[in-house]
């Protein structure tokens, strides 16, 4: 594990992600917002992959497979509440989303799909879901 980590954050972009990531569940922690805990939805990695490609809106809703309505909630009350955590947020989306880019030319669908099911992206999917960007 720590040898994984030390490679990640000698990548630019894995470092800023990290970063990104933590400071988000962090702030996601303090309000009670577990990742761990959510129950998801998987999204198909041809889903995963299409948003990848840039794909937006609607079609990709399932991408956002959180499925507590309350969370979504909390966090998009997080989101319009605290400008720190929006810009902490809107950075992990930014980041989350060029490490999809990435691993949909590397990794294939499986890394695609690993990577969804991380806490970071359960923290991307939450907040995606929040600030309404399947709508």
């Known amino acids: 594990g720590f040898a994984a980590l030390e490679a990640a954050m000698r990548d630019r972009g ?56 309350e969370a979504v909630e909390e966090t998009r009350a997080l989101l319009k509440a605290d400008p720190v955590f929006r810009d902490t947020a809107m950075h992990l989306m930014r980041r989350f989303d060029a490490l999809l880019r990435r691993t949909a030319g590397t990794g294939g669908e499986g890394a695609l799909l690993a990577i969804a099911d991380s806490r970071t992206g359960r923290a991307f999917m939450l907040s995606a879901q929040a600030l309404g960007a399947f709508e």
Do not use: F
């Open 14 to 69: 894995a470092a800023e992600l990290l970063q990104a990531a933590e400071d988000a569940l962090t702030i996601l922690a303090q309000h009670g917002l577990y990742m761990e805990d959510l129950a998801v939805r998987h999204a198909p990695a041809a889903l995963w992959s299409r948003m990848a490609a840039g794909e937006r809106g609607p079609a990709l809703a399932a991408v956002g497979g959180v499925e507590s309505a």
